[in-house]
Each structure stands twice: as C-alpha cells, then as structure tokens.
C-alpha cells in the first residue's frame, strides 16, 4: 500500500487528507493528523472520499476519452486529444474571427486548483483576448470579496482557525457549520467545552442544528441581516459599547455610518427582523463587551442580492467595537469550495486580476500584461456567471467553455440556463464525470482527471496553502485541468499567429508565475515554493520571500489595506430581497446543504452511507402550515415562482418558521419532477458582487391529487 498526503476536494476548511492506494487503484483515506486545518480528523463525507474512486465508479461514471457529438443530440464520438484540440482551436479561432474574443466565454469553478484556475485565466485573458471568464466562485464568495474590499481595502480574510479557540464571543451569521463545515465545528465544541464561559450567538431564519447549539438563536426573517447589524450598532452607540479610540486612529466614515443607523433603532430592527428586541440588545451586548468576539459567515450573507450590505454592515460593527486585528477577533468569511480562494488569488474571476488586482485599473493590466509578456491585457469588463448566460441566452456568447462545474443545475434560473447552452454554437464541457445535467448540453466533452489524479495547491478559508497530489494515474484518457487548458491554448496560439506562451509541462510552471503576481501585494507568497510546502507543509499568506512563516492574522498594527490604511464604514442602508414574498407567491423559500452531500452530488451522489442522513429531497414547512393548507406529511406539491415550478414530497420541520419554506440545494432533474431547486430561483443580483440571490425565493404551493 502506497500514502500519499493531499487535501479533501470538498469544502473550504481544506481539510488534509492520506490517500491509501494499491497500484492504480485507491483504497482509503484518513485524516492526516499534521494538517493543521483538521489535525486528523474528517467527516463524514472527507471519510469516504475513497468510495468516490471505486472501479465501479471509474467504469460507469467516468468521462473516459474526449468525444464530440457530430449534431445536437446525437450520441458523442470518441476522437483522440490531438484531434480534440486541433478542432477545438480551429472552431474558437473561426467564432473569434467572426464575432470578436467577447464572442467566446469561459465558466470555470472553485474546484478547480489554483495551476488550472491560472491556465484558465491566462488562456482567456492573454490568448483569446477577452475578460469573459467566471467562475461558479461567484456563486459562492463574491459578497464576500467586495465586503472586505470595500471595507478593508483588500480581499483577505484576515482572522484564522485558531481564533475559533480563543473567542469569547462566535457570532455565526448565515452559515451553518455544523453541517456544511463539520470539521470546524468540531473545533468550536471542543472550544466551548474549554471555555465555558463563551457565547455563541446564531443568526439564521431556520433553527440549524448550529442554531441548536448556539445560546442565542435570532431566528430572523429572510434577507433582514443588515437592518440586524444595524440595529445591533445602534445599541453599541446609544450604550457606548464602540470603541472610540480605534474609530478615531484607524478607521473613516464613522460620522455618515451613524447618521444612517439613527432611524434604526433596536426595537425598529427587531420589528423588520422578526425577533425579540432584548435579543438583539443582548446579542449586542456579547458581541461588543465579549474581550473578544469572531463572527462567521457564509451562504446566507453571501447568496443575496444586498450581499455586499451584509458583508460590509457585519465588518461594520467589528470596526466600531475593535473587535478586529486581534487574537479571537475578527471578521472571517468562509469558503464554500476548496479552492474558492485560490481563484480569488489568480484573478480567475471576470471582475478580478492575479494577485489581487483589478481589471479596471489600466496600471494593474499592464502589470499583468508585463508578467505575461504579452502587449496587452483586454479593458472591456467581463461579463459575470449570471451575465454569461443571459448573453449566450440572447446570442451574443456564441462559444462556452465550462470546466468542472454543472450550471444546468446549479445556476438561478433554469430555464435561461438551458437556453443559453442550446443557442451557443459551441459548448465545450470538462469534467470528470459523464453524467451532470450540463453533459447533455455539450458539443465536446473532454475527461478530466479528479481528486487523488492530480497534483497542485489549493488556498483554504484561512489563506493557507495546501498541496494537491496524485496517488493514482487518471482513468483512460483523462487529464489534469491544466494541462487541458493549456494544451488548447498552444493549439489556439498558433492559429492566431501568436508568439508560443503555452505549453506547460509540470503544474509548477504555473504555480511559480502565479507567484510571480503576488510578489509585493498584500498576498505576497513569494517566500514559498511547491519544495517548502512539501517540507514544512501547509502554510498561509502573506508569505513574502524572506519570511520564517505565514501571517496568521491581518490587521493587528491597527494598519488596513487601503490607500490611506484606515479601514472604512460602508453605509448602505437596508433593502429587502429583490422579489419578496407577495400575495401570488406568499412563501419565502431558502436553498441550503445537507451534512452528507456536496453540491449537485456528482461526487457524494455515488456514495450509499451518504444517503443514511437524507435520502431524497423534500419541501419543508413549518408543522402549523400544514393543517392550515390542508396538507399532510408525505403529500407531493407543486411548487411555483416567477420562475418556473417544481414538484417534491412535503415534510414538517418546525426549524423552518412559518411562511416560509426550505429546499435542499443537491438534487437535480434526475431526482426530483423538474430541474432541481434552482429552476424556481431567481437570476437578480446583488449590483456590487454580481452574486445571485440563490437564498430567496417566493413561492406558491398546490397539493398534487393522487391518481
Ligand atoms: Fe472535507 Fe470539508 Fe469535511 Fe474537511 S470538513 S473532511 S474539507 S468536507
């Protein structure tokens, strides 16, 4: 039996991982007991990672070969790489000389690692000449880049794991770790068991089994977070809970900010929330008073279109208690995906650069341009995920390349989805697996390796780089993501007449030119290497050349990253969601994750224990809604939006509060009558993120009559 250390290609905790194998085949995994990011210990769904790599996976779920469908519709046709990557070039070459570098599109993901994520970036950017390449990314974290951005001058969460054992005060806003960061959360029970003492306080619309674990559970209505901190600085104010002293030496704009919550008071917040006001005063009072107060977020600040509000409102009341740049203090966003990270650090974003620049800043693309060596970098602004589809959907994308990623499920509004993929004249689909609701919808697919096949880093949500490595050879012809790109890149690069950039050979080529873009940011990792990470193991940025060690924590000389160093108070005000429940669509739906499944299970699908915890999807309400729509347990229904509709079993869960409603976010068309959730939500956004409001839907509901 071999070992080989990586890390688990689920979640952002980032969790280290021993890969057992035999030959070419994996075996097992375990925890490995020196990664710092789980110390040995794994979840459920990390625990039987070997079970997503069993010979009868490999066989029967596999994309084995690149292939092209000679018509839509029609059966794939198996090619070599070599043909696969001629034609592909020849038929990127020709929609670009017909309809501009705009024509053509790239949606990549956080799953990606961060060698394939640069491959991407570079390729779009450097060869075809556009900035339309996003990543599902944008799903996931963008509120939580532009909050730090606007607040902090600069995309980096700036507080680490470890602070989760010295807080005196977790606030967890939106997230619910229990289930979808288990790994960390056994690190918070252990904490509480430590410290007694410590608060924990929930914000959450549903009663999450983290909710049942917190001392303060504010059960708030959908989408009101803001009015929440709001109302909640308004106390700290009014009481003198802020910390005037580090307002004044560090921060600007405390004057507008104050001026803009006078109206919401504690009781008028506590009113909009739906919540007791001596809740929010007390889950003021622990926040402020606590010596030292975290708080944590993820989806549910994140996936609404005030995100950036309910980042930058939540960073506000760090900045105005001090609760920032100190040991088990700080506002410390969590990733969903492994590598979503890693992505925001090689700009493989359309609204972002390498190295935490902007594609709007004409010096930052001509730094990259520099590093590239090429003449210069594309100015038009891409477009976003949403704004991606909805342009192939009116024609305007003509070529989309997806890697690793499954849109046809997991994007807002369905039915736009699959009429973007039908109306491009070329869709190109790397993945792993050949059976996402997306395959239907590709002209080539090509086989992509996965997880214990490829070698690489991926960034954690504590900006800690860990190593990616093989154990196993891909399966047939099946390749590692960068090595794809980059292969089509110097295939395309030649047609275009262009001097030969591509061409990599090992993922530490491209790793040592990302570095090259961080040198001198504020994620300065030029003091590592793919030698010092194998050494020393994982470490976090900043790591300048130079230094002994990573930064644990950001901020702690009270110096922010912005032009001035002083952080800022963004005052936006409360809105509420962009279609808010109404008469026609009276209930208030939210998407969410299951403890035992990831994503649109296209891995954790094949695994059976995994389905032990929840077997099959199901719309949950509130017990009392039941009798009052003369409903029972087990009855399927109809769910409706302005979207489209959707049929699931019904269940009472009294965690949901009435309503409303919830819907596991996993399944897609091949479980449930329709497409999954997201044929029912919505495409708007929040306009400084872009990232969609997947956590909010109104609806209807119909009893389906039994035949
Ligand atoms: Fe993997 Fe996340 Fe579980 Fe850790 S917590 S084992 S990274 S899924």
Redesign the pocket.
Known sequence: MTETRST?P??????GVIIESEGARITGVRGDPEHP??LGR??S???TLHLTATPMVLQTRRLLQPAWRPARGAAPEALGWGEANERIAARLAAIRAEHGPDAIGFYISGQLLTEDYHAFNKLARAVVGTNNIDSNSRLCMSSAVVGYKQALGADAPPACYEDLELADCLFIAGANPAWA????FRRIEAARQQRPGMKIIVVDPRRTESAEFADLHLQILPGTDVALFHGMLHACIWEGWIDQAFIAAHTEGFEALKALVRAMTPAAAARVCGIAEADLLQAAAWFARSPASLSLYCMGLNQSSSGTAKNTALINLHLATGQIGRAGAGPFSLTGQ?NAMGGRETGGMATLLPGHRDPANAEHRAEIARLWRVEALPEKPGKTAVELFEAAARGEIKALWIACTNPAQSLPEQALVRRALERCELVILQEAFADTATSAYADVLLPAASWGEKEGTVTNSERRISRVRAAVPPPGQARADWQIASDIAAALEKRLGLPRRFGYERPEQLWLEHREATRGRDLDISGLSYALLDRAGPQQWPFPEGALQGRARLYEDGRFATANGRARFVSQPFALPLAPANAQYPLALSTGRLRDQ?HGMSRSGVVARLFGHEGAPALSLHPQELPRRGLAEGDLVRLRSAQGELTLPLRADAGVAPAQAYVPMHWGSEFVAGLGVNVLTQPGFCPDSKQPELKYAAISLQRLELP
């Open positions: 688990c689920y979640c952002g905790v980032g969790c990011a789980n794994l979840c769904k990390g625990s960061h288990p790994i960390l492994p990831w």
